[in-house]
């Protein structure tokens, strides 16, 4: 293989495919990467790092290599672009098997422990100033070394994975067996399936093994190979491994000519994931670390039941794929039965097909039975809170401890959080995010909102947030969840009114580069962030000379505000133009829906209010000479500017009734030049309510009942609000 001078990477945020992010970048290789769910630090770093993060999954550049991570299929559309030359096309580890020939290769693998010694291995190795290349799947703790690194030096020690299938394509220089479970029961059908991989693994090693001992992988070894051998001494609990895998690192580090020192195990930061105690006090540990094997779990409950034989110990579980889960199931709730207390996750199903056997409601009946009936699946944060699990035993101390693999950490750390400060949601809210913005981002407190809308009135939010990008605001809409705030989406604050006591949760807004990017297409059409202003679009596209946008120059909001009101002016609708929409969900992921398939209504859109809009693309109804173009969007704007005040206001008040307009009837009914206060009925439009500078939201909710009662009086119609109202119910303020 040569060395590529571009790569593309498909699911780049995975822990196999990140650090190869990494690795290849520091190597000079132009790294573009996409995934539909990167998580923060992860892509700040990335990005400092040199890697061009896409927001779709399309190159810029025509790259020599196509990395895809084993979760995404081989028949996934989006490489459908790329089949020829089909070679160009790797698997992760298969691009790294082969890319790995060319240096001296040290393989760690095994069931158990593969992530921690190949960060032990690498910390010590760069302590001990011996250069080496080396991706660790894994993050070490408070980032103290980046995942993946690249040096000027013959080495490269890598975690491989035997999960795939693609073990098979390493011919190592040094190869360290850890230990073996039968597990990953989708590629191996019985333990003796995994123990002739790694045979043949050991086989293809050019120099070395390093093998525990008294281990029939040692035997094999003794009777078949004429390599160098090191063994190490394999523990049988979780405080062993870590000694365990310490001593087969520096076995490691002797076949490879470097003696490493006992202090590089002290200094070690730890893996994050692993052992991780999130909380302590007198009363209270909790403990967080990525267990999702039987073995893990029975020696990590072993050694927290004797670190801490006092403490009631409950456990929360969260299993890792179907398959495993439904294989294993006796064998899982056999090692959970040491818990006092237990609740479960739904399954992480990774990329497998949902599998009613696999699910954690399988692992119920298999229970002892004190545990059977008490043991309850939470599939949300909030209904875990609510249960007795916050509240602290006055009776004994107890450990609570978050195992597996999925979102569990962060279900860990929002408890943790709480735990910190004592039950101050607020405080505990800021905590949690720390670690889980971009730095670009702002997470402000008690921000003030009237500045930030058209109608320039209301107090001020509890939280105020501007996401730089799409994993900024999936952690904040994910904290949210967990710590029980309400959350809206705020564009440039047009069609709202803020109460003037303000908003009790979190205000987020998308802002900046990011969010305002508008792309053109060759089919005439746009992507458009969520965060884009309605007339920058109408500007482009009739640069463009493309017709349909014109009605969108006097509209003052951006494209999110809009697709979640439907909005329109002057006969045309939003969603006139929409081809396909893409919603942040409630549960995290990302959807993409074509236009013709929303729920939409008048100034309505259901996908639009339960999701978050992220980006459309806008298609043209034609294409026109320009100058007819801006002619048209002239009329328009001279239309408007005639018909519609210039003072702040939040746009048309009430919705237009079938009848007749809601204009003409508060006309009608007398209500121009009416106020309340500084806000008054518009004497350009009757639908309009103007702050005159000074107006309360007080002052404009008083008018609107006003208004709404003397229409009623006059014509029996009943107006109904336009705008919307933060936080708050329109029936309740104007019955």
Request: proline residues 4%; neutral net charge.
């Amino acid at each position: 293989m040569k060395k590529p001078e571009r790569v593309f990477l498909l699911g780049a945020s995975g822990m196999g495919m990140a650090p190869l992010a990494f690795y290849l970048r520091g190597a000079g290789v132009d790294v573009e990467a996409f995934d539909d769910h990167f998580r923060e630090p992860l892509r700040s770093k990335m990005v400092a790092a040199g890697v061009e993060v896409l927001l779709e999954p399309v190159p810029v550049k025509n790259p020599d290599y196509i990395i895809r991570s084993s979760a995404i299929s081989p028949l996934d559309p989006r490489l459908s672009s790329f089949r020829v030359p089909a070679s160009v096309i790797y698997k992760r580890g298969d691009f790294l098997a082969e890319y790995a020939k060319k240096y001296k290769t040290v393989a760690i693998v095994g069931s158990h422990g593969k992530t921690t010694t190949t960060g032990m291995l690498s910390w010590a190795l760069l302590q001990a100033g011996f250069p080496c290349s080396y991706l660790v799947g894994g993050r070490f703790k408070n980032d103290e070394m980046p995942i993946g690194r690249y040096e000027e030096s013959p080495w490269l020690v890598v975690e491989v994975d035997e999960s795939d299938g693609t073990i098979d394509g390493f011919c190592p220089d040094i190869t360290v067996v850890l230990n073996y479970d039968w597990d990953h029961v989708d590629q191996y059908k019985e333990k003796a399936s995994l123990g002739q991989t790694l045979q043949c693994l050991l086989s293809r090693t050019k120099s070395s093994v390093v093998l525990p001992e008294d281990c029939d992988l040692q035997t094999w070894a003794k009777e078949n190979l004429t390599l160098n051998m090191s063994t190490f001494a394999l523990g049988k609990s979780a405080a062993d491994f870590s000694l365990s895998n310490w001593s087969a690192a520096k076995a490691c580090g002797l076949r490879m000519g470097v003696q490493i020192s006992d202090d590089s195990f002290k200094s070690f930061p730890g893996m994050e994931r692993r052992q991780s105690v999130l909380f302590e006090n007198e009363h209270r540990s909790i403990v967080e670390d990525y267990a999702h094997h039987p073995t893990e779990i029975g020696s990590f409950l072993a050694s927290r039941r004797k670190i801490l034989p006092e403490h009631w110990m409950k456990v929360v579980f969260q299993s890792h794929r179907y398959s495993r889960t439904k294989a294993f199931a006796k064998l899982f709730a056999e090692e959970l039965g040491a818990a006092d207390q237990l609740a479960l996750l739904p399954t992480y199903g990774a990329f497998e097909k949902y599998d009613a056997g696999g699910d954690a409601e399988s692992l119920v009946g298999h229970l002892p039975p004190r545990l059977r009936d008490q043991t309850k699946v939470f599939s949300n944060y909030a209904s875990f809170a609510e249960q007795n699990w916050m509240e602290e035993s006055p009776e004994k101390p107890d450990q609570i401890l978050f195992l597996g693999a999925g979102n569990i950490d962060r279900w860990a750390h929002a408890f943790a959080a709480i735990h910190a400060h004592q039950g101050n949601k607020v405080s505990a809210f800021s905590h949690f995010l720390k670690r889980r913005l971009s730095s670009n981002s702002i997470l402000r407190k008690d921000e003030n909102l009237a500045s930030k809308t058209t109608m320039r009135v209301g107090g001020k939010a509890l939280w105020y947030a501007e996401p730089q990008h799409t994993e900024d605001l999936r952690s904040l809409v994910e904290a949210a969840n967990f710590f029980s705030l309400p959350r809206v989406i705020l564009g440039r604050g047009s069609n709202l009114i803020i109460p003037d006591e303000g908003y009790q949760g979190l205000v987020l807004r998308l802002r900046g580069d990011f969010w305002n990017e508008i792309s053109s297409r060759s089919d005439d059409s746009f992507v458009v962030g969520a965060g884009s202003r309605l007339k920058d679009i109408c500007k482009l596209a009739c640069r463009r000379g493309l017709s349909g946008f014109e009605f969108l120059e006097g509209i003052p909001g951006t494209l999110g505000g809009a697709l979640r009101m439907n909005a329109g002016a002057m006969g045309w609708e939003i969603y006139d133009l929409v081809e396909w929409v893409s919603f942040l969900l409630a549960d995290g992921s990302i959807r993409q829906m074509p236009g013709h398939q929303l729920d939409v209504g008048y100034r309505y859109c259901k996908e639009a209010r339960e999701g978050i809009a992220l980006r459309a693309k806008l298609k043209a109804e034609g294409r026109s000479d320009h100058k007819n173009i801006r002619s048209a969007i002239k009329a328009m704007a001279q239309k408007r500017r005639s018909s519609q005040p210039r003072e702040a206001s939040a746009g048309c008040i009430f919705k237009n009734p079938a009848e007749k307009s809601a204009g003409w009837l508060i006309e009608n009914s007398g209500m121009k030049g009416q106020r309340v206060g500084n806000a008054v009925v518009s004497d350009v439009h009757a639908n309009f309510i103007v702050n005159e500078g000074g107006a309360t939201a007080e002052d404009v909710i008083a008018l609107m009942y006003k208004v709404r009662k003397r229409v009623r009086q006059e014509t029996q119609i009943n107006l109904e609000p336009e705008v919307g109202l933060l936080g708050k119910n329109w029936k309740d303020q104007l019955s």
